[in-house]
């Protein structure tokens, strides 16, 4: 299957998981057109100043692939800064938030998979 971008569901979300200003979120394919246990596919836009605050992932990974700009990564542990080009893991139970710190917007590829 072949989805043009301009025919991709385009959402916002404001305050996401509590977090600050408003996400875009841009659905490549929904859960009900994978076949895969997949929760979420898509690229999520945060501006200069926005976050997604902190969530867990129970029963799930969550891979981040950053595409544009710089960010701040809490896990709970320790703060990371990631760069386009940077990928990141979430699951087995584990929380993260992320917030844009950057100048310019950051752009995320996010895959939710399901155990």
Known sequence: MIRPKESMEN?????????????????FFKPDEITAKTRLCARLSIPPGASI????HVNEDEVYIILN?????????????V???????????????IANTGKDMLEIIAVIMLY
């Open 69 to 81: 700009g710089e960010g701040l990564l809490d896990d709970g542990n320790t703060r990371t800064v």
């Open 11 to 27: 959402e916002l979300r404001p305050g996401m998981r509590g977090g600050t200003g408003t996400v875009s979120v841009q659905h």
């Open 83 to 97: 760069r386009a080009g940077d990928a990141v893991l979430t699951g087995k139970g584990e929380s993260h938030a």
């Open 53 to 56: 605050g902190t969530h867990q």
